[in-house]
């Protein structure tokens, strides 16, 4: 069975500009969830999609959002990017909510 | 609210020796799952052990082994005979409500390097 894949796996923007990562889950697992790691801040919750439904979010700002497809495939979009928002964005899904995390390899992204 | 503290920040050990890596938690819940996560240098976290807030039974898997002691909030996890492979960044982390979601909260990591 393939893992969780992220797309990019690398990415630089510039502030005020918009980014979309993307992320395939297991086959079979409905749950998505996605993290952003910082050195400062460590692993956060960014929010969590299960039927195309968020179910939980993190303490973030609007500026960061997401969706789930109904093949749960997720994306999550950040705008007006900030140079706070540098960071590696891991996925992870599970069968469903609950479950054990099974994580990507995260996107890395550099705003400048 | 939840939390998780990683005190050890970086351990170095020489092959071969036993390490412990020490988590502690603070949660308001009875019901509860702890984890350890294994992050290498490809970027993934590697999912090691899920621990129910019931069961206080020590777990042994190969080299590795975990003692759960709720009465000290403590998770600690003990590598026996390092492997250079083991060199890694650790996170224990905490579920609270499992089964309605699937968050987790994340202690900083301890970064360990197995120096051959």
């Known amino acids: 069975k393939a893992g969780v894949t992220q797309t990019p796996r690398y990415l630089i923007k510039t502030r005020g500009q918009q980014v979309t990562l993307s992320c395939s889950p297991i086959?079979?697992?409905?749950?998505v969830s996605w993290y952003q790691q910082t050195p400062g801040q460590g692993l956060q919750f960014l929010f969590e999609?299960?039927?195309?439904?968020?179910?939980n979010k993190g303490n973030f700002p609007g500026r960061f959002s997401g969706r789930q497809f109904s093949n749960s495939r997720s994306e999550m979009n950040v705008s007006t990017l900030e140079l706070g928002d540098s960071a590696l964005y891991l996925c992870?899904?599970?069968?469903?909510?609950?479950?054990?995390?099974?994580f990507g390899s995260g996107t890395q992204l550099s705003v400048l | 609210a939840q939390k998780v503290t990683q005190a050890q920040t970086e351990i170095s050990v020489v092959e071969k020796e036993d390490v412990t890596l020490d988590c502690v938690y603070e949660?308001?819940?009875?019901?509860?799952?702890l984890f350890w996560y294994k992050q290498p240098p490809s970027g993934e976290l590697v999912f090691l052990i899920r621990?129910?807030?019931?069961?206080?039974q020590n777990e042994i898997s190969g080299r590795y082994s975990w003692n759960f002691q709720k009465s000290t909030s403590s998770f600690n996890f003990t590598i026996t005979a390092s492997q250079v492979v083991d060199s890694a960044v650790y996170f224990c982390?905490?579920?609270?409500?499992?089964?309605?979601?699937?968050?987790?909260?994340f202690g900083k990591g301890i970064t360990l390097s197995v120096r051959p």
């Open positions: 992870a899904s599970s069968p469903y909510l609950g479950e054990k995390l099974f």
């Open positions: 086959s079979g697992h409905r749950s």
């Open positions: 999609y299960f039927s195309e439904t968020q179910r």
């Open positions: 949660t308001r819940d009875t019901t509860y799952y």
């Open positions: 621990r129910n807030s019931f069961d206080e």
């Open positions: 982390a905490l579920s609270e409500a499992p089964g309605a979601n699937s968050k987790l909260t």
